[in-house]
């Protein structure tokens, strides 16, 4: 870890653009930002002020929609350009955000889209091709005269931002299988006009777009664009975990189409992966390793003179500084990791590095509750979305609060009331604070959950938190600590069935699996195909093991809480390319010496394990609470103890309790 982050901290430009140092927030849409009259909303401006207090220097939105004639309104919502009352309630929320982010000398760019295509019902297409997730619902065909309309627009949009003041935009363009990349893939395309054929044609849309903001803003306002170099995507619905059979943009064809943009006049390029049909190279789960896109970065540079900001599982700053230094890239764009900490180029100016909290890459928070209709969050920062109203305040009183339990939740309660000035005592019954975080961190592709786990115990040392380990909270013990009020975090265990060799020598709790690796065989049996057992076999199957799993519903990844769309396809499709046996509406019987025996729609039969991982689910451990009750002080329940759910219920709910007392 370093201390002194040059490259990082050095400003930048694109096109005329200054940048003060090398952070770029990635486009990333909340859902919230803006209001129905196309305004920024309170809280969309506090969003983007807040990453600029936390040291950003570029500061980017989410898609808006620039079509109000041609498409239905679909997930980007309606456009901000659609009547002259829009517009200029865009101009004049803009007029006020802009004021705010100048004094923290934050530049910001609004990022355009075109409209969806074949991801969003009711939009229109390239090309009659069938909607994300359907294989005969198809979109409607954009005519000649349409893309034109289409162009039209963008370019109009772009010339309303400028003139409410913003420097550039960037394009939602070749990008996450939206319209404009739609078009400028073989797969997608297949016209006949002016805007198909050779690469070329199918990037025309794009570069008249391009030239006609040049035309109509000048050339010192900046246009980027954003671009997927490579797919990883072997057909509709059909991603592909390797790279291999790629059907739909080579990072060979990716490379060309960056010359295509710089010869447009592009003035920067901010490069990722992935559309929706391989969503985990698009917003990439932790099962996707850190740093993937370096080398598909640096292809792009070797190929343009204009700027590339690269983004995309970009969290490691240490690699980021080399990279930048070696000018592999840039410039870095970070989306996950801002929502988790908004004060993360801050952190990297001072030099304090170990401070950052770490995004888990789990889109529990920001995507999960998109899909979901909900504004965005994200699982480690409740804050975001909300980050002025819901801020934890200084106490009015200072209270004596006694946390049980040192998991997530218990940290999170014991860090946010010692920030807010009380005292706080934490009783913690084992030698190790962290709960479930270690047996969850103890996959190899699960590194930022145990940084998160060192996170919380730094920060619970810095607020002074009086932390007891090996002490088992009892109701005179926490009597004796004379609490004005209690929070209880004590967690969950996992459910072990009472069937025939239940405690046989090859039956492991998921648990025990998780933290003793070396007890598990070569042929392992998971019985739970939810998210625990999914994960447990997929990084088995990755260290060389013979899996099969075993779900008693008829599909995986069907129970407990609802697993994100790139991390339920990730380990659907890494199963189906690993050949990894799947036995659904299957239930264990008992295990034997030979292995699993099982019961499914083919009748009972034996499956030869070495190991029999059991990984069916948790149960709240036994509360204290009936036992504290009318001694005195209040008492709070939270986390797995109040009801099982994940990292995000559990800091959400410590966050709330904690931030009232």
């Given at each position: 870890?370093?201390?002194?982050?040059?490259?990082?901290?050095?400003?930048?430009?694109?096109?005329?653009?200054?940048?003060?140092?090398?952070?770029?927030?990635?486009?990333?849409?909340?859902?919230?930002?803006?209001?129905?009259?196309?305004?920024?909303?309170?809280?969309?401006?506090?969003?983007?002020?807040?990453?600029?207090?936390?040291?950003?220097?570029?500061?980017?939105?989410?898609?808006?929609?620039?079509?109000?004639?041609?498409?239905?309104?679909?997930?980007?919502?309606?456009?901000?350009?659609?009547?002259?009352?829009?517009?200029?309630?865009?101009?004049?929320?803009?007029?006020?955000?802009?004021?705010?982010?100048?004094?923290?000398?934050?530049?910001?760019?609004?990022?355009?889209?075109?409209?969806?295509?074949?991801?969003?019902?009711?939009?229109?297409?390239?090309?009659?091709?069938?909607?994300?997730?359907?294989?005969?619902?198809?979109?409607?065909?954009?005519?000649?005269?349409?893309?034109?309309?289409?162009?039209?627009?963008?370019?109009?949009?772009?010339?309303?931002?400028?003139?409410?003041?913003?420097?550039?935009?960037?394009?939602?363009?070749?990008?996450?299988?939206?319209l404009l990349d739609q078009m400028a893939s073989s797969l997608t395309n297949r016209r006949t006009d002016e805007y198909g054929g050779d690469l070329?044609?199918?990037m025309r849309m794009c570069t008249q777009i391009v030239q006609g903001i040049k035309e109509s803003c000048g050339d010192d306002f900046a246009v980027s664009v954003r671009l997927g170099l490579k797919a990883y995507v072997r057909g509709f619905n059909q991603g592909s975990i390797d790279g291999e059979g790629e059907a739909y943009r080579t990072l060979e064809e990716g490379v060309q189409i960056c010359r295509i943009l710089e010869e447009a006049g592009v003035d920067a390029l901010d490069v990722d992966t992935g559309t929706y049909d391989s969503f985990y190279y698009a917003c990439p789960p932790t099962y996707v390793r850190r740093g993937y896109m370096e080398e598909l970065a640096r292809a792009a540079k070797e190929a343009v003179d204009i700027p590339v900001i690269c983004g995309s599982r970009m969290g490691?700053?240490?690699?980021?500084?080399?990279?930048?230094?070696?000018?592999?890239?840039?410039?870095?764009?970070?989306?996950?990791?801002?929502?988790?900490?908004?004060?993360?180029?801050?952190?990297?100016?001072?030099?304090?590095?170990?401070?950052?909290?770490?995004?888990?890459?789990?889109?529990?928070?920001?995507?999960?509750?998109?899909?979901?209709?909900?504004?965005?969050?994200?699982?480690?920062?409740?804050?975001?979305?909300?980050?002025?109203?819901?801020?934890?305040?200084?106490?009015?009183?200072?209270?004596?609060?006694?946390?049980?339990?040192?998991?997530?939740?218990?940290?999170?309660?014991?860090?946010?009331?010692?920030m807010r000035g009380h005292r706080v005592t934490l009783l913690e019954k084992s030698d190790d604070l962290g709960g479930h975080l270690i047996s969850g961190g103890a996959h190899d592709f699960k590194g930022e959950v145990r940084e998160l786990n060192l996170w919380y115990q730094g920060e619970l040392e810095d607020w002074g938190v009086d932390v007891r380990m090996g002490v088992e909270a009892t109701p005179e013990l926490v009597d004796g600590l004379a609490p004005d009020a209690v929070i209880l975090a004590n967690g969950s265990s996992a459910v072990m069935p009472p069937i025939p060799g239940i405690d046989h020598p090859k039956t492991l709790g998921c648990i025990d699996a998780l933290l003793h690796e070396e007890r598990v065989g070569q042929r392992v049996v998971v019985v739970g195909g939810g998210l625990v057992g999914c994960e447990i076999s997929l990084d088995l199957v990755n260290k060389g093991h013979d899996v099969t799993i075993v779900e008693a519903l008829p599909s995986i990844l069907s129970s407990g809480p609802a697993v994100p769309l790139p991390n339920a396809m990730y380990l659907r499709d890494a199963f189906a390319h690993h050949g990894t046996p799947i036995l659904t509406s299957t239930r264990i019987s008992s295990v034997t010496d030979a292995g699993a025996v099982v019961q499914g729609p083919d009748g009972v039969r034996t499956l030869p394990a070495d190991t029999v991982v059991i990984a069916v689910g948790f149960r709240p451990n036994p509360s204290l609470a009936p036992s504290l009750r009318g001694h005195g002080y209040e008492v709070f329940e939270i986390g797995d103890e109040r009801q099982v759910g994940n990292i995000l219920t559990a800091i959400w709910d410590a966050y709330e309790v904690a931030h009232t007392i």
């Amino acid at each position: 870890m370093q201390d002194n982050y040059e490259a990082l901290n050095s400003p930048f430009s694109i096109g005329k653009v200054q940048v003060k140092n090398r952070f770029v927030m990635a486009p990333t849409t909340t859902g919230a930002y803006l209001a129905p009259d196309g305004s920024f909303s309170k809280e969309g401006i506090e969003y983007f002020v807040r990453r600029a207090q936390g040291g950003m220097g570029l500061v980017q939105t989410g898609a808006l929609m620039t079509d109000y004639k041609i498409d239905e309104p679909g997930a980007l919502g309606p456009s901000f350009m659609a009547t002259p009352a829009s517009r200029h309630a865009f101009a004049v929320s803009s007029a006020a955000l802009l004021a705010r982010l100048e004094a923290y000398g934050a530049k910001m760019f609004i990022q355009i889209s075109a409209g969806l295509g074949r991801n969003s019902v009711g939009s229109y297409g390239p090309s009659a091709n069938p909607y994300f997730g359907t294989t005969d619902k198809m979109n409607p065909v954009l005519t000649t005269e349409d893309v034109r309309e289409k162009i039209k627009m963008m370019v109009d949009a772009a010339r309303v931002v400028q003139q409410a003041g913003y420097p550039g935009v960037e394009l939602h363009a070749i990008h996450w299988g939206y319209l404009l990349d739609q078009m400028a893939s073989s797969l997608t395309n297949r016209r006949t006009d002016e805007y198909g054929g050779d690469l070329r044609g199918r990037m025309r849309m794009c570069t008249q777009i391009v030239q006609g903001i040049k035309e109509s803003c000048g050339d010192d306002f900046a246009v980027s664009v954003r671009l997927g170099l490579k797919a990883y995507v072997r057909g509709f619905n059909q991603g592909s975990i390797d790279g291999e059979g790629e059907a739909y943009r080579t990072l060979e064809e990716g490379v060309q189409i960056c010359r295509i943009l710089e010869e447009a006049g592009v003035d920067a390029l901010d490069v990722d992966t992935g559309t929706y049909d391989s969503f985990y190279y698009a917003c990439p789960p932790t099962y996707v390793r850190r740093g993937y896109m370096e080398e598909l970065a640096r292809a792009a540079k070797e190929a343009v003179d204009i700027p590339v900001i690269c983004g995309s599982r970009m969290g490691d700053v240490d690699a980021d500084e080399r990279c930048i230094e070696e000018g592999a890239f840039d410039a870095i764009a970070i989306g996950r990791p801002m929502l988790a900490d908004p004060d993360l180029p801050k952190k990297i100016a001072i030099g304090r590095p170990d401070k950052i909290r770490p995004c888990i890459a789990c889109n529990q928070g920001c995507l999960l509750r998109l899909f979901q209709g909900l504004p965005s969050g994200c699982a480690v920062n409740p804050l975001v979305g909300r980050d002025k109203d819901y801020a934890p305040t200084p106490a009015l009183a200072r209270k004596s609060v006694v946390v049980v339990g040192g998991g997530v939740a218990g940290m999170e309660a014991a860090r946010t009331c010692a920030m807010r000035g009380h005292r706080v005592t934490l009783l913690e019954k084992s030698d190790d604070l962290g709960g479930h975080l270690i047996s969850g961190g103890a996959h190899d592709f699960k590194g930022e959950v145990r940084e998160l786990n060192l996170w919380y115990q730094g920060e619970l040392e810095d607020w002074g938190v009086d932390v007891r380990m090996g002490v088992e909270a009892t109701p005179e013990l926490v009597d004796g600590l004379a609490p004005d009020a209690v929070i209880l975090a004590n967690g969950s265990s996992a459910v072990m069935p009472p069937i025939p060799g239940i405690d046989h020598p090859k039956t492991l709790g998921c648990i025990d699996a998780l933290l003793h690796e070396e007890r598990v065989g070569q042929r392992v049996v998971v019985v739970g195909g939810g998210l625990v057992g999914c994960e447990i076999s997929l990084d088995l199957v990755n260290k060389g093991h013979d899996v099969t799993i075993v779900e008693a519903l008829p599909s995986i990844l069907s129970s407990g809480p609802a697993v994100p769309l790139p991390n339920a396809m990730y380990l659907r499709d890494a199963f189906a390319h690993h050949g990894t046996p799947i036995l659904t509406s299957t239930r264990i019987s008992s295990v034997t010496d030979a292995g699993a025996v099982v019961q499914g729609p083919d009748g009972v039969r034996t499956l030869p394990a070495d190991t029999v991982v059991i990984a069916v689910g948790f149960r709240p451990n036994p509360s204290l609470a009936p036992s504290l009750r009318g001694h005195g002080y209040e008492v709070f329940e939270i986390g797995d103890e109040r009801q099982v759910g994940n990292i995000l219920t559990a800091i959400w709910d410590a966050y709330e309790v904690a931030h009232t007392i």
